[in-house]
């Protein structure tokens, strides 16, 4: 027997929205981006880091929205977590200060590759305020 096509779309869509509130009920921060930095999708927690709504997000190179400084001077782009030339390993964390509008935070960022399309390859941040 052969699945309703329009049935399947229907289930897909309700699997998408609880997966949604699920990734939005998390405190920490999360978002990934394209192979070209840009955010593609974020979570309620890194709209209330960023101070900015998620629309305004989608498609913004990541470095614009996260200014990150070390020691008190700017994160050099050689070691920022957008670009993908960075060696920042899986499961330890960048350990800096974000500067968003007025507040400052220190946080941790945590990096994972995603699996590469034909656009080349996205991460997927998890980033936790201290």
């Given at each position: 027997?052969?699945?309703?096509?329009?049935?399947?779309?229907?289930?897909?869509?309700?699997?998408?929205?609880?997966?949604?509130?699920?990734?939005?009920?998390?405190?920490?921060?999360?978002?990934?981006?394209?192979?070209?930095?840009?955010?593609?999708?974020?979570?309620?927690?890194?709209?209330?880091?960023?101070?900015?709504?998620?629309?305004?997000?989608?498609?913004?190179?990541?470095?614009?929205?996260?200014?990150?400084?070390?020691?008190?001077?700017?994160?050099?782009?050689?070691?920022?977590?957008?670009?993908?030339?960075?060696?920042?390993?899986?499961?330890?964390p960048l350990i800096c200060r974000w500067?968003?509008?007025?507040?400052?935070?220190?946080?941790?960022?945590?990096?994972?590759?995603?699996?590469?399309?034909?656009?080349?390859?996205?991460?997927?941040?998890?980033?936790?305020?201290?």
């Amino acid at each position: 027997m052969t699945a309703d096509p329009n049935q399947l779309i229907e289930e897909l869509r309700r699997s998408l929205g609880k997966l949604e509130m699920a990734l939005n009920a998390i405190a920490q921060a999360m978002l990934y981006t394209n192979a070209k930095g840009e955010i593609q999708w974020c979570n309620a927690a890194f709209e209330r880091m960023a101070q900015r709504r998620r629309l305004e997000l989608l498609g913004t190179p990541l470095k614009k929205v996260m200014r990150l400084e070390t020691s008190g001077k700017p994160l050099p782009w050689s070691k920022h977590p957008a670009n993908a030339a960075a060696r920042i390993l899986r499961d330890k964390p960048l350990i800096c200060r974000w500067r968003c509008g007025r507040k400052t935070l220190d946080v941790q960022i945590f990096r994972t590759p995603m699996v590469k399309d034909k656009d080349g390859a996205g991460f997927v941040f998890i980033i936790r305020a201290e």
